[in-house]
C-alpha cells in the first residue's frame, strides 16, 4: 500500500458528462501529480500541484482541470467528456520538493478506471 | 530537451536466465533516476533509485540497476527471472534542477516464460 488513495476506482459515464476524480496523497506529501494511462499507453504527465499551488502542466486538455485543497487532496475535473478519455487516471505524490527528506520518488495511487460509452 | 527513453516495447526471457531492460536518459543537471513495475490493473509500484553514489543500485524482489552516466543509460537488471516477474516497467527521471519535472519512459512488458 502506497499510502495514497483515488476515489473512485471504476467509472462508467456517457459521452458528454463531467466527472471528478480524488485522490488523497501520501501524509506529509504536499505535491501532487495526475497522470493518464490509456490501454497499452504509457504514462502521459498532465498536471502538478505543490501545496495548493500548480506548478507544473503536461499534455492536459483544455475540458481538463485540476485543483488542491488546503488538506492537500486534489480533484481532477473532466468535462464534455468523449470516448477517447477511456483510461487509466493515476494521482501520485512526493514529499516537499527541494526538502532536506525528499528522496524524490513518486507514490502511485491504485488508479481511477474510467470508462466512455 | 528532457527525456527517457526505453527502446525495447517487450522484453521476452526464459525463466532461470537473466534479464535487462534497457533505459537512457537526456536531462539537465544530475539526474534521479528511478524504475517502476506495473501489475495488470494496478498502480506503479516503486522499485529503486538512483540519486547519487554506487553506480550498481539494489532494489525491491531482487531488482538492480546500472548508472552509466557517459552512456547517460539507467538499465535494470535481474540476474534470475521468475514467471512473476512478468508485468510492464518503466523508467523514470526527474528533473536535476527542475525537481517539478517527472518525466517517464514508453514502458516495456517484460515476459518471463516457464
Known amino acids: 500500500d502506497s499510502g495514497v488513495t483515488q476515489t473512485p476506482k471504476h467509472l462508467i459515464t456517457a459521452t458528454g458528462q463531467r466527472v471528478t476524480l480524488r485522490c488523497s496523497p501520501r501524509s506529509g506529501d504536499l505535491s501532487v501529480y495526475w497522470y493518464q494511462q490509456s490501454l497499452d499507453q504509457g504514462l502521459q504527465f498532465l498536471i502538478q500541484?505543490?501545496?495548493?499551488?500548480?506548478?507544473a502542466k503536461g499534455n492536459i486538455l483544455e475540458r481538463f482541470s485540476a485543483q488542491q485543497f488546503p488538506d492537500l487532496h486534489s480533484e481532477l475535473n473532466l468535462s464534455s467528456l468523449e470516448l477517447g478519455d477511456s483510461a487509466l487516471y493515476f494521482c501520485?505524490?512526493?514529499?516537499?520538493?527541494?526538502?532536506?527528506?525528499?528522496?524524490?520518488?513518486?507514490?502511485f495511487g491504485e488508479g481511477s478506471r474510467l470508462t466512455v460509452l | 530537451a528532457q527525456s527517457v527513453a526505453q527502446p525495447e516495447d517487450q522484453v521476452n526471457v526464459a525463466e532461470g536466465n537473466p534479464l535487462t531492460v534497457k533505459c537512457t536518459y537526456s536531462?539537465?543537471?544530475?539526474?534521479?533516476l528511478f524504475w517502476y513495475v506495473q501489475y495488470p490493473n494496478r498502480g506503479l509500484q516503486f522499485l529503486l533509485k538512483y540519486i547519487t553514489g554506487d553506480n550498481l543500485v539494489k532494489g525491491s524482489y531482487g531488482f538492480e540497476a546500472e548508472f552509466n552516466k557517459s552512456q547517460t543509460s539507467f538499465h535494470l537488471k535481474k540476474p534470475s527471472a521468475l514467471v512473476s516477474d512478468s508485468a510492464l516497467y518503466f523508467c523514470?527521471?526527474?528533473?536535476?534542477?527542475?525537481?517539478?519535472?517527472?518525466?517517464f519512459g514508453s514502458g516495456t512488458k517484460l515476459n518471463v516464460k516457464p
Open positions: 500541484y505543490y501545496n495548493g499551488e500548480e506548478r
Open positions: 536531462v539537465s543537471g544530475n539526474p534521479y
Open positions: 501520485a505524490s512526493s514529499v516537499s520538493v527541494g526538502g532536506s527528506s525528499n528522496t524524490g520518488e513518486l507514490f
Open positions: 523514470a527521471v526527474r528533473d536535476g534542477y527542475n525537481f517539478n519535472k517527472f518525466y
